[in-house]
């Protein structure tokens, strides 16, 4: 009922493709669903978001969204080890027009964030941070995030209600989850217990945390 009556309508259309050609490969199910998009849309709105990090970009819908939302002169640093999958959406992006904004570094994270580090200008400069990869670093991710952006700016963290695994006994979650539920249980308590951020964390798509840096 949500999706029908409140997101669908207002997706655009090339995210609709996107979402299509994302279906036909084997991890189509990583991709961001539009309920989330719908989220990240607002947030970026809000805070009008003009320079943004992203770690996990896949197929590229969240990456996309992101660049459709903010201005002209916006940019989207975006890592990804996986250049295959970002290749399915890159087209896409390219005929949405907004290739300009993107940074695509096929990487991992880590090296990535330790480079922008070494970069005195490069602190406190970003507005917005979305993290969707590799969930067992979240923490670490958390750390240096909080050096790169800007107080005011967001981080927004997903899949951390991990498949509802996190509400539920050890016993019942499938063997290959239990190591990551583990990591999501422990970041969801730290999150909540840092006095540098503000959070929200909403049960949209697979659970996303809303972090604000307040000092
Ligand atoms: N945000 C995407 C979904 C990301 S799925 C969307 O909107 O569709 C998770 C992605 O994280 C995968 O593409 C995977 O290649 C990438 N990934 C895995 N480990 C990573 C790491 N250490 N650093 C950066 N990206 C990583
Ligand atoms: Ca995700």
């Given at each position: 009922?949500?999706?029908e009556?409140?997101?669908?309508?207002?997706e655009?259309k090339?995210?609709?493709?996107l979402?299509?050609?994302?279906a036909?490969?084997?991890?189509g199910?990583?991709?961001?669903?539009?309920?989330?998009?719908?989220?990240?849309?607002?947030?970026?709105?809000?805070?009008n978001?003009?320079?943004t990090?992203?770690?996990?970009?896949?197929?590229?819908?969240s990456?996309?969204?992101?660049?459709?939302?903010?201005?002209?002169?916006?940019?989207?640093?975006?890592?990804?080890?996986?250049?295959?999958a970002?290749?399915?959406?890159?087209p896409?992006?390219?005929?949405a027009?907004?290739?300009?904004k993107?940074?695509?570094?096929n990487?991992?994270?880590?090296?990535?964030?330790?480079?922008?580090?070494?970069?005195?200008d490069?602190h406190?400069?970003?507005?917005f941070?979305?993290?969707?990869?590799?969930?067992?670093?979240?923490?670490?991710y958390?750390?240096?995030?909080l050096?790169?952006?800007k107080?005011?700016?967001?981080?927004?963290?997903?899949n951390?209600?991990?498949?509802?695994?996190v509400?539920?006994?050890?016993?019942?979650?499938?063997e290959?989850l239990?190591?990551?539920?583990?990591?999501?249980?422990e970041l969801n308590?730290?999150?909540?217990?840092d006095?540098?951020?503000?959070?929200?964390?909403l049960p949209?798509?697979?659970?996303?945390?809303?972090?604000?840096r307040?000092?």
């Open positions: 009922y949500l999706l009556t409140s997101v669908y309508p207002s655009p090339i995210l609709k493709e979402r299509a050609v994302t036909t490969h084997p991890g199910l990583m991709g961001t669903l539009p309920d989330a998009g719908q989220v990240l849309t607002m947030v970026l709105e809000m805070v978001v003009k320079k990090i992203e770690i996990g970009v896949f197929t590229g819908y990456l996309l969204l992101t660049a459709l939302t903010i201005p002209h002169d916006g940019k989207i640093t975006a890592i990804d080890p996986d250049q295959e970002y290749n399915i959406g890159s896409l992006i390219k005929k027009g907004v290739e300009h993107i940074n695509f570094i990487s991992v994270a880590h090296p990535v964030l330790d480079k922008l580090l070494e970069t005195p490069e406190d400069s970003f507005d941070a979305f993290v969707d990869a590799d969930k067992v670093n979240y923490a670490k958390h750390e240096k995030l050096k790169l952006v107080v005011g700016g967001i981080i927004v963290y997903d951390t209600l991990w498949l509802g695994t509400a539920v006994e050890e016993e019942l979650v499938p290959m239990r190591e990551s539920r583990h990591y999501m249980k308590k730290s999150l909540a217990a006095d540098r951020i503000r959070i929200c964390q949209c798509g697979d659970g996303m945390t809303i972090c604000r307040l000092r």
